[in-house]
Each structure stands twice: as C-alpha cells, then as structure tokens.
C-alpha cells in the first residue's frame, strides 16, 4: 500500500431483515474492522490487518472468498460463503488502467451463506441467505456519491449501483458503474460504456445505455455512521442504511423486462 493510501473491503451477509456488514481495511492512519446492522454500527481497531492474496487478518478475525469467521468483543461467529459469482470484468472497464482517486471492484455479486453470529448474546442465523463482496482503494472516497446494492428480491435478483464526482487527469466528471444480474445475464451500465446519467438524486437514479433503460426509486432511513477515507486517513464520517426500500425497473428497446421491489438495499448518498 502506498503513502497516503486505503484499502477496504465489505462483506455483507443478508437473510431477509437481517443484514450484517464487515468491513476490515486499513489506512494511513492504521488497520480498522467496522461492523453495520439495523441496529447501528461499531469500530474495532487493530495494529495491523494481515493480507494474503483475497485473504485477510485482523486479530482473530478472518475474511476470504470462502466465509468469515469473527471474534470481537460481543461479537462471535461463523458464516460460510457458496461459490461467488464475480462480474464478467473489472466494473472499472478501462479505467482501471489510469491513476484514480477511489477504485471500486465487485468480488461477488450473490453467493449463498450459511453460518449464523451472535451479538450481545443474541444469535442471528444466516443459513439461506445471500451475501455481497466489494473493494475499494486510492486515496479518497468521492466527494459527492451516491452507492446502492440489493440482492434481496422476490425472484433471484442482485444489483449494485453507484454515481459519483471523478477527479481525472485535472478534470471532473460525473461517472457511473452499474451491474444488474437477473435471469443468467448480466446488465452493466458504465461511463466507459456510453451511458447517460439522467437523474441523479437522493431518490432517484435513472440510466440510459443503447437500448437498455434503468429506473432505481430509493427511499432510504436515517443509517448509521461509519468512517471513510479522506487524503489515505479514515477522516470523514458518512452514512449507510441497511434496510432502504428499492423499486428497480429494467427495459430492454421499450419493453419492461424487470420490476422487482426490496425493503432491504444498503444505500449511501453523499
């Protein structure tokens, strides 16, 4: 990692209302594991996270492509991850060949799960569920973003989106990475791909790309804080909710091909 540098990766387990986020990284200013649920969210600190290859350590706490196991204070478990479904390519496109600020990689979009964790003496299983896997890493987060992921529908379903303010070879721009997997295929939606970002808001994304069409309508809770990179230190406080409700609809050349609706999409709008 170099000076003035972060790397983080989230690891979210979802069974129905219960969702749980691990977040072990480390920064310039030392190795974190941050922890997110509809309950709040919690900061565990360590004097270094060990990483070896997509493995990684922090404490006796273990993350891989294969399940986690945790011990933190109040904090115990298990979980195991089925195979991971990682994306076509790099959700950076070409981009991932040029110095950027933040980069962004999709691991797993939905694997099975199956394990449970106890929480201040109460256990939440997670046998059945469905869970997420990403990274980041640069600098700095974007200064303005908007981030949402859902793998939690009616019919097998996952996506994740996200919009932000890119600093580029001396300019800004407004750039998008999207991922949808629906019926054995996958839909991206990309800067690098042409797409054109027609709304934008806090409860809004709306996303044109050849003859594909995305409408996301968000409406999320308050969340829970959790710490971002800032100039390589974990400095700026945002906030995630676990539990926003999603309504995502697809067309493919003018015919809708998807409507699918959750309770249970992480969000964070900056």
């Known amino acids: 990692m170099t000076k003035k540098a972060f790397e983080g990766w989230y690891f979210k387990h979802?069974?129905?209302?219960?969702?749980?986020?691990?977040?072990p990284g480390q920064a310039q200013d030392g190795a974190f594991l941050q922890m997110l649920w509809p309950r709040g969210s919690r900061r565990f600190h360590f004097p270094q996270l060990q990483i070896d290859g997509a493995a990684l350590r922090a404490g006796a706490c273990r993350f891989s492509g294969?399940?986690?196991?945790?011990?933190?204070?109040?904090?115990?478990?298990?979980?195991a991850y089925g195979p991971l479904t990682p994306l076509a390519s790099d959700i950076m496109g070409p981009f991932r060949f040029f110095p950027m600020e933040c980069r962004h990689g999709v691991l797993s979009m939905a694997h099975s799960l199956t394990g449970s964790v106890t929480i201040d003496g109460k256990t939440y299983s997670f046998d059945g569920g469905t869970g997420y896997w990403e990274k980041d890493s640069g600098l700095?987060?974007?200064r303005s973003y908007l981030w949402v992921q859902c793998n939690t529908f009616p019919e097998p379903c996952a996506m994740m989106a996200s919009v932000a303010e890119v600093p580029f070879l001396g300019l800004r721009f407004r750039g998008c990475i999207c991922a949808?997997?629906?019926?054995?295929r996958e839909y991206r939606f990309a800067t690098y791909r042409g797409v054109r970002i027609l709304a934008a808001t806090r409860e809004r994304l709306s996303l044109v790309q050849g003859s594909l069409r995305l409408d996301l309508r968000m409406m999320p809770t308050p969340g829970h804080p959790l710490l971002s990179p800032a100039a390589g230190k974990m400095?700026?406080?945002?906030?995630?909710?676990?539990n926003a409700s999603l309504h995502m609809r697809l067309w493919e050349n003018?015919?809708?091909i998807l409507d699918q609706r959750s309770n249970e999409a992480a969000y964070e709008f900056i």
């Open 14 to 23: 979802q069974k129905g209302q219960t969702m749980l986020a691990f977040i």
């Open 66 to 79: 294969e399940g986690c196991h945790v011990e933190l204070p109040g904090v115990r478990g298990d979980i």
């Open 140 to 142: 700095s987060f974007p």
């Open 180 to 184: 949808v997997l629906y019926r054995g």
């Open 235 to 242: 400095s700026v406080t945002v906030r995630e909710c676990c």
């Open 254 to 256: 003018g015919r809708l």
